[in-house]
C-alpha cells in the first residue's frame, strides 16, 4: 500500500540520473539482468556437461515458450496487483529457485529434466517480471524525465551484456556451474532491498489516470488492453512501427549478421567487431538521451532513426571491407538505441497508468515471442540467395514501420514532456517551477 509518506510529488526537483531513488530501481533493475545473463551462462554450460547438442538446444529453448505464453497475462497481473509487489515477488521466486538449483548442481550432476523443469519455471516467473519492470518508471519519477530513465535503462542493459559472461566465466572457474548458479541467485537477492527502497507515486497522480477501468476477470482485463492499444490514436501506431521495425531487424541482425560474416570470410574477430560496434552507437545513444532527457520533435526524429536504421540494414551486406562494415554497424545501433528509447518514452508518457503493465507485455511479446520466428526463415534465405539480397529485403520490410509511423498524424506532431524548471534554491518546495 502506498502511503502519503511514500508517495512522490508530480513534479521532479532533479534530473532522473541524479535523482536517488531512480537510481535505486536502476540498481536492482541491473543486479537482476545480471543475475538473468548468468543464469543463462550457468544453465548453458549445465547442459552441455550432461545431454547432447539436441537436449542442449532443447533446455535453452524450454524457457522462452511460457515467456511468450504468460507475457500478455504478466501485464494483466502487473496492472492489478501494483507493478513493485510483482518485480518483487518474481525476483524472490526466482533467487529462491536458482539457489536451489545451486545447492541441487553442488551435490550431484543435474539430470536433463531438472534443468528442462527451471527453464520452463523460470521463463513462467521471467513472464511476470518484464511487463512490471515496464510499468514501473512512470509510477518512480515525473512524466518529463522518463526519457531519462529510458535511456539509463538502455544503458543498464548494455553494461548487463558486457560484465555478465567474464562474470560466469569466472564463478564457474573458482566453482563450476554451483557456483554461476549461486552468483546469481545472490544477484536476485541484491535486488530485492533496493526495491523495497523504491518509492512509488499512486497511479492516481496522473490526470488521464483518473478514468480508471471497471474491475473484471483477468481475460476482460486483457482484451480491454489490447483494445486499449488498438484504439489510442498515438500508442498504437508506435506499437505497429515497433512490431515490424523487431520482424524485420531482429533476425537479419542476429542471425544475418552471423552468416554474412561467414560468407565474407572475416572471421570471428570480425564478428566480434561489427557486434561491438552496434553495441557501442546503442550505447551512444542511450547516453544521449540519459543526458539530453529531451529532443524536440520526437515523432519525427523517431520516424527518422528509424529509416536511418533500415537504410544500415538493407546496405550493410553490399559494403567491400569489415572496417566499414563496423562504422556502418554503429550507426545502426545509434539509430536502432534513439528509436527504441524514443518509441518506449513517448509510450510510457501517452498510456494511462492504469494499462502499462498490458502495453509494456504486448511490446515485449514482439521482441521475445514473434521477432524470434524470423530466425529460421532469414537463415534459409541466406542459404538460398546469398547475404545480400536478404539483408536488402528486411531492411525494405523494417521500413514499413517508417510508413506505420508517419501515416500517424498522432505520431508525426509527438512532442516529449520538456524537463521541468529546477528550484532555484532550497526554499523552493518540490514540484514548484522556480521563479
Same mark, same amino acid.
Given at each position: 500500500m502506498v502511503t502519503e509518506e511514500t508517495a512522490l510529488p508530480e513534479r521532479a526537483t532533479v534530473p532522473a540520473h541524479r535523482d536517488g531513488n531512480v537510481l535505486r530501481w536502476l540498481a536492482a533493475y541491473t543486479a537482476s539482468l545480471v543475475g538473468d545473463s548468468v543464469y543463462f551462462v550457468a544453465l548453458a554450460w549445465s547442459a552441455q556437461k550432461s545431454a547432447g547438442p539436441a537436449e542442449v538446444g532443447l533446455i535453452m529453448a524450454a524457457g522462452a515458450l511460457p515467456r511468450a505464453l504468460l507475457m500478455l497475462g504478466g501485464? /494483466?497481473? *502487473?496492472?492489478?496487483?501494483?507493478?513493485?509487489? /510483482? %518485480? &518483487?515477488?518474481?525476483?524472490? &521466486?526466482?533467487?529462491?529457485?536458482?539457489?536451489?538449483? *545451486?545447492?541441487?548442481?553442488?551435490?550431484?550432476?543435474? *539430470?536433463?529434466?531438472?534443468?528442462?523443469?527451471?527453464?520452463?519455471?523460470?521463463?513462467?516467473?521471467? *513472464? %511476470?517480471?518484464?511487463?512490471?519492470?515496464?510499468? &514501473?518508471?512512470?509510477?518512480?519519477?515525473?512524466?518529463? @524525465?522518463?526519457?531519462?530513465?529510458t535511456g539509463m535503462r538502455?544503458?543498464?542493459?548494455?553494461?548487463? @551484456?558486457i560484465v555478465s559472461p567474464p562474470l560466469a566465466g569466472l564463478a564457474m572457474g573458482l566453482g563450476d556451474t554451483a557456483a554461476a548458479f549461486t552468483v546469481a541467485g545472490l544477484l536476485f537477492a541484491l535486488s530485492l532491498p533496493l526495491l523495497l527502497t523504491v518509492r512509488v507515486r499512486p497511479v492516481g497522480t496522473r490526470k488521464e489516470s483518473l478514468e480508471r477501468p471497471e474491475p473484471g476477470t483477468a481475460w476482460k482485463d486483457l482484451l480491454d488492453g489490447l483494445r486499449y492499444i488498438r484504439r489510442h490514436r498515438l500508442i498504437g501506431p508506435l506499437v505497429a512501427a515497433g512490431a515490424v521495425c523487431e520482424l524485420g531487424l531482429t533476425g537479419t541482425l542476429n542471425v544475418g549478421m552471423v552468416l554474412l560474416n561467414a560468407e565474407r570470410g572475416w572471421g570471428a574477430s570480425g564478428y566480434g567487431w561489427i557486434v561491438s560496434g552496434f553495441g557501442a552507437g546503442a550505447a551512444a545513444g542511450a547516453a544521449m538521451l540519459t543526458l539530453v532527457g529531451w529532443l524536440p520533435r520526437a515523432g519525427l526524429v523517431l520516424a527518422g532513426t528509424l529509416f536511418v536504421g533500415c537504410a544500415g540494414a538493407a546496405t550493410i551486406a553490399l559494403v567491400p571491407t569489415l572496417w566499414i562494415a563496423v562504422v556502418l554497424a554503429a550507426v545502426i545501433g545509434l539509430s536502432a538505441g534513439v528509436f527504441a528509447s524514443l518509441n518506449n518514452s513517448l509510450i510510457q508518457t501517452a498510456a494511462n497508468p492504469a494499462y502499462l503493465g498490458r502495453v509494456t507485455s504486448v511490446v515485449m511479446l514482439t521482441m521475445v515471442g514473434l521477432a524470434p520466428l524470423s530466425y529460421p526463415l532469414v537463415g534459409a534465405a541466406i542459404g538460398a540467395w546469398g547475404a545480400a539480397p536478404v539483408f536488402a529485403g528486411c531492411g525494405g520490410f523494417a521500413a514499413l514501420g517508417v510508413a506505420v509511423a508517419l501515416a500517424s498524424g498522432a505520431v508525426r506532431h509527438a512532442e516529449l514532456p520538456p524537463p521541468a524548471p529546477r528550484p532555484a534554491s532550497r526554499g523552493v518546495s518540490a514540484g514548484a517551477p522556480a521563479s
Open positions: 501485464g /494483466v497481473v *502487473a496492472d492489478r496487483f501494483d507493478p513493485r509487489r /510483482v %518485480l &518483487l515477488g518474481s525476483d524472490a &521466486l526466482r533467487c529462491v529457485l536458482i539457489l536451489s538449483v *545451486a545447492a541441487a548442481v553442488a551435490l550431484t550432476a543435474p *539430470a536433463l529434466w531438472l534443468l528442462v523443469a527451471v527453464a520452463l519455471v523460470f521463463g513462467a516467473v521471467d *513472464a %511476470l517480471f518484464v511487463p512490471a519492470i515496464g510499468a &514501473l518508471p512512470a509510477r518512480i519519477t515525473s512524466s518529463d @524525465q522518463l526519457t531519462r530513465v538502455s544503458l543498464s542493459m548494455r553494461l548487463s @551484456q
